[in-house]
């Protein structure tokens, strides 16, 4: 019996990425605490940090791999080398059919950095293909997009330490008092110790962190690039804006200057559905206070126009010179624990390693350097969405998906679950036997989960945290790298040699941490002077990190100079445009989804603790009460909701923090929990037209009274 001692790990949940303290005699988790030595969270947690040892590690794991040899037949327990052998010899067969796009692996902002690094060069390095993506494309890919085409490059120029430094804080699309509870609680503390530090908040609901705000800017869905052209607008107007920064460190203002001339805040007030004064004050606080800082996430990038919202806000910092100093900054958060890191990797489908672009040709061929492979692809992969279209028409034969449920998460989820059934080969790898996924898997291969991987992981402010393994990981379960790299080596005796070396040799993470470390070397995240010894003995730390530096960076940009060809920061002259789906006399409201403060997901891990319902209790859509007076319902009544996809039946309840004319229904709850099915049967699958990241914040829909039989 091993003692009772204390393992370093990261939370698993949101992007803020707090450090625990793992108490474990070897085989389970007694209990957890907040890591005081973590800079992210400074030892605090939220209900759902503090709460991960109450999390059941044990009930529904997937233990042993188990195959079906057909379709309807029921899965059958398998040895580890006869699934792999099977795997390998299906996918190595539909290749030499169809060529490698007929495959495609659909991965998770869940993962740590070691195993999308694996997945990444699996199918880019060894298959060929591009079709690789992640459910991180359904998060954080507008912001990529985003900070790319103003910044040049997709890093998050700020630090959490920058919250208690702002003078005005504009929060748009976010909700952190829910989705970043431990940021929200350094929010509040700023606010306490300067109450004259200015709070916007830019959000249809009044929610919890819209309570805290200053100014609430309760906008019209999707209206957010109105607004923050408005708010140039004005900042031009009054002089409020940085002519000397514009000049020596920016393009493109003069075009963007232009365009925003008619976004006079009376003419954006009636576009968003707010008093043009509410623009103007924003506008003033933001423009008048020395140091300013923007936080978004996803109400922003969920959108068939959310790189458009990026760059629009991001103009905002650029026009006013604040960034890359304490307390200023366009600041992105990051969803999932993990989504930084399938970033740094370029495990997506238009990415390659060390924030390299597929469309780059140069880029293309340091890669099959850096992996000695003949090429790597040039045709750009299938993204999420588009996946699981590719998948339904017969296009893309085999699909892997490792540690996530798009059956529950990716929008239209009938359309999902089409795809799924007529896919000749399902392969699931999960920690989880009974997700909504798991039920389509030929081939289901059980995986560990927290508290059982070792690795790295990145967070919002780009620092990196070591974990260790408190527990083994139950039954047969392996690790994520582990399967991709056994599957991966099999896969490689069968295919067409591409490679000059084998490209699988690693014996542990710290193995692949190491390849991937110096595939960032001379990029802008460079982390070529970081290590697993260096991570365990100093703590977490920022990139970039490079070879010879002593410590990470806070800030970016604090020189002005920008990584773009000219070095300059650009201005992109984008326009409003409206939500994908209008509502209309059949489909009257509006629909927006989206976290509670308590449940993570789809409840696989949150679902199983008792006080993690204490704050709600069972799915609810929210709605004004005289839209539900209207649809003859009233709070505690059951509904029918109808999207032009799909419909469900739920339990409705009445609230003012909704604007007339649109619901809010939590994203957590999937077909398995509810009659009828998740948010996402209502959702649509409308891609914005640079980030491919579907529009999940709206979609129209009606309501209707539902008779019980
Ligand atoms: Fe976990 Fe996020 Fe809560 Fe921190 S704020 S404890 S990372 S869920």
Redesign the pocket.
Known sequence: MVQPHIVKS?????????G?LIHTDGQQVLRVE?DPAHP??LG???????T?HLTDMRTGRAHYPELRQQRNASRQRVTWDAALDHAAQRFAAIIAEHGPDAVAFYISGQLLTEDYYVFNKLAKGLIGTNNIDTNSRLCMSSTVAGYKATLGADAPPCSYEDLALADCLFIAGANPAYA????FRRIEDAKTARPDMKIIVADPRRTDSAELADLHLPILPGTDVALFHAMLNVLVWEGWIDEAYIAAHTEGFAELKRRIREYTPRFAADICGIKPEQILQAAEWFGRSPRALSLWCMGLNQSARGTDKNAALIHLHLATGKLGKPGCGPFSLTGQ?NAMGGREVGGMANLLSGHRDLANPAHRAEVAALWQVSEVPSQPGKTAVEMFEALEAGQIKAVWIACTNPAHSLPDTAQVARALQQAEFVVVQEAYAHTDTTAYADLLLPASSWAEKTGTVT?SERRITRLHAAVPAPGEARHDWQMAVDFARRLEALLPPRAAVPLFPYATPEAVFDEHKRSTAGRDLDISGLSYALLDSQGPQQWPYPTGARTGQARLYADGRFPTTSGRARFVAVDYHPVAEKTDARYPLHLNTGRLRDQ?HGMSRTGTVAQLYNQVEEPLLTAHPDDLTQAKLASGDLARVRSRRGELLIRVEASTRQRRGEVFLPMHWSGRFMAGQGSNALTLPKLDPQSRQPELKHAAIKLERAELP
């Open positions: 990261t939370c698993c949940y949101c992007g803020t990425g707090c625990v907040g992210a969270n605090r947690l939220c209900t759902k940090g503090a991960l970043h509870p431990v940021l624990p967070n993570w």
